[in-house]
């Protein structure tokens, strides 16, 4: 391993490290409050009422945290959605939340997921899936399904 890959290596770990660090220290910080509010549907409607007409954008910031981080569970968010703001309008507001913390995540995924995943895999190995990267492949293959359909 010459200099450069090794100081990509060490980059790489840096980010890694960095990266589930925070994912821990978010978790550890603020998951006891998002559960003790989310777990009495009294509580939480009380609280995001409390925001007035921005509670909405707390509601969604509630569904997008529970996306991101993956260890606040959702089902308490979803149905305290419900009884706070009625079926049609939590479940919009769910889904907008969903929308953005998906978009988000996805983001971050292709930020720093090759990073982290070359840490753990090497280049020739990670080369010889490249093809998976052209879209046209995967056009290719929806092409030839849909032929077999007919």
Do not use: W
């Not at 990670?126 to 030839?144: G, T």
């Amino acid at each position: 391993m010459d200099i450069k890959e090794r100081n990509i290596f060490v980059r790489n770990i840096v980010l890694a490290i960095l990266f589930i660090g925070i994912i821990v220290f978010i978790s550890l910080k603020y998951t006891p409050f998002i559960m003790s509010t989310i777990s009495n549907t009294e509580k939480f409607r009380d609280y995001i009422l409390s925001y007035g007409i921005t509670g909405t954008f707390v509601f969604m910031g509630f569904q997008i945290s529970h996306i991101v981080i993956p260890v606040i569970p959702g089902e308490f968010v979803q149905i305290a959605g419900g009884y706070v703001y009625g079926v049609v309008l939590g479940s919009a507001l769910l889904l907008i939340g969903t929308i953005i913390g998906t978009t988000a995540v996805f983001y971050l995924s292709r930020m720093i997921g090759y990073p982290i995943v070359n840490i753990f895999v090497s280049k020739e190995r990670l080369e010889k899936f490249s093809f998976l990267s052209n879209s046209s492949v995967f056009a290719r293959i929806k092409i030839d399904h849909q032929k077999r359909k007919c």
